[in-house]
Every structure is written in C-alpha cells, then in structure tokens.
C-alpha cells in the first residue's frame, strides 16, 4: 500500500492576514526581549518580558505547554543549538544567546528567532550570527521565485559554501516547516542540498524558515530535559527565523514588521503585503 506525503495547508487571503497578526505581536515580543538581553540578566526574565508582550495583545504562546515545555521562548546560550529552558542563569559577557518564540491569534501561529551576542562580541561568533541571519535571507529571497521548497535550502547551502573563513555547519536534524493553524505543519523545509526538491511552492502557502549553523560539527545531542539540544563537541551555534507566506502576489515575511523589505532588498526582492 502507497502512503502519500504529510498534506499541506494553503492559507486564504484573509488567513494569512490573521498570521501577520500574529507576527507582529511576535515580533514585538522579540524586539523587548531582546532589548532586555544585557549582562546580568537572566533568561528567566527575558521569558516574562516576552510573555507580558503576548498577554497585553491577548495572544497566545504556541510554545508554552507544547509537548509539555515550560515556558514562552526557547532560550539556548553558546552550545545549545535550540530548545532551551529560561532559567536562573545569568547571562555573561560574550554569551551567545538564541530566542526562538511564537504566538497565536485566533488559532493562527507565528514562529520566529533571533540570535543576540551579550556584550563584547568574539569576532567568530559575530561572523556565525550575522552568516545564519544572511542565510536566513537567502532562503527567503530564493522562495520569491521557487518552483520547490527544495530551493530554499539549496540557496542556503550554496550562500554558507561560499562564506570566507573556517567552514561553518548546518545542521541536518532540526529544519524549518509548513506553520498556520498549526505551530509545526508540511512540508519539511530543509536548509542544505539534499538532492530532494521538495513540494511545489503554491500561493497561500506558509512557512518557517529558519537555518541553524554551528562553528564546529553538526552532531548534536540532546540532554537529560528531553528538549535541549547541545553541539557534542561544544561549538557555538546561532539560529535565525521567520514566518514567511506565498500568496498570489507574491511573498510577505509575516514575522518582520516591514514585511521583510530591508532584508530583501539586497536580492532585489520587494515583498508584497496584502491589504485588509
């Protein structure tokens, strides 16, 4: 017996209206955590800060009881690569943090993450940040004119290829995904050449486009919490992420608040907003 592939959810016009919705509240949400990810702060704190953004807006977090995890934003420092817990630890100077997080209105999620360098930045770390966030656009801009997902991750690989310096990692294990009245939905949205091409890129599709790189090697492990993911040679690791949709007109990053247009536009990509 045949099984045919995981189904895709194509969103309406109106839907992903909904989704952007949702992506601004994130994105403000990441803009005060952010802000607030100083030395000597915890990642505790940054959580709360981030869940009072949700709660003033009435969003929901898509993040918080998944699966049971504990808290709004996943918060990873220097090896851990994603999935990690807030918690009492006090960031220091250098650290390098990942807040990945998301919400909800009315039923339609948002998803998105950003890498933050606490204080005075190694020049490599900055250098695996700013190639992650890089790639991160890439894959975007190269979901403007795609016939397949699978393009995504080959303009990704083909940018992280080319970076001068110590070659950098993408992970294999942890990939992007479909997201709308789900969190995690299809397709699998891979972010290296895997000689799959993946689904055909159709309007209202939605998805999370979010390459993670690693200084070292891309074997990771997973601790004692069943969630936090951790480098095993314990080499620093970034992550960077938005929503983006394909409507009809084009694409619109639904988790940036100009729609994507500065991070675009050295691709010579112009996002397309839908109007209300």
């Known amino acids: 017996m045949a099984f045919g592939q995981p189904k895709i959810e194509y969103k309406s016009n109106a839907q992903i209206l909904k989704m952007r919705e949702a992506g601004l509240v994130l994105a403000e949400a990441l803009d005060t ?5 100083q030395i000597g702060t915890t990642t505790a704190e940054l959580d709360r800060l981030f869940e009072a953004v949700l709660n003033k807006h009435g969003a929901k977090s898509n993040f918080k009881g998944y699966y049971g995890f504990p808290a709004t934003i996943c918060a990873s420092v220097n090896d851990q690569v994603v999935h990690g817990f807030p918690s009492d ?18 039923g339609w999620h948002a998803d998105s993450a950003r890498t933050v360098i606490i204080g005075t930045a190694d020049p490599e770390d900055q250098r695996l940040s700013d190639t ?6 890439r894959g975007i801009a190269a979901l403007a004119t795609a016939r397949f997902v699978g393009e995504i991750g080959e303009a990704i690989d083909d940018f992280v290829s080319s970076v001068e310096g110590a ?4 992970l294999e294990d942890y990939v992007g995904h479909g997201i709308g009245t789900e969190m995690h939905q299809a397709p699998d ?3 290296y050449r895997s000689g799959h091409r993946g689904p055909r890129v159709k309007p209202g599709m939605c998805l999370a486009i979010e ?11 997973v601790l004692e919490d069943d969630w936090t993911v951790v480098t095993t040679d314990g080499s620093r690791a970034s992550q960077w992420e938005h ?4 409507h009809l007109g084009g694409i619109w990053v639904l988790t940036a608040p100009d729609g994507g247009a500065a ?8 996002p397309s907003p839908l109007q209300p």
Request: hydrophobic share 55%.
């Open 243 to 246: 929503s983006v949709a394909v």
């Open 33 to 37: 955590a952010v802000a607030a990810a």
């Open 263 to 270: 991070g675009l536009a050295p691709f010579g990509v112009t």
């Open 211 to 221: 390459p993670m790189l690693v200084r070292g090697d891309i074997e990771t492990k």
């Open 167 to 170: 070659p950098l990692g993408i």
């Open 132 to 137: 992650t966030q890089q790639a991160m656009w």
């Open 89 to 106: 630890y006090v960031l220091a100077d250098g650290d390098v943090l990942k807040i990945d997080g998301g919400a909800i209105i009315e």
């Open 189 to 191: 949205v891979l972010n």
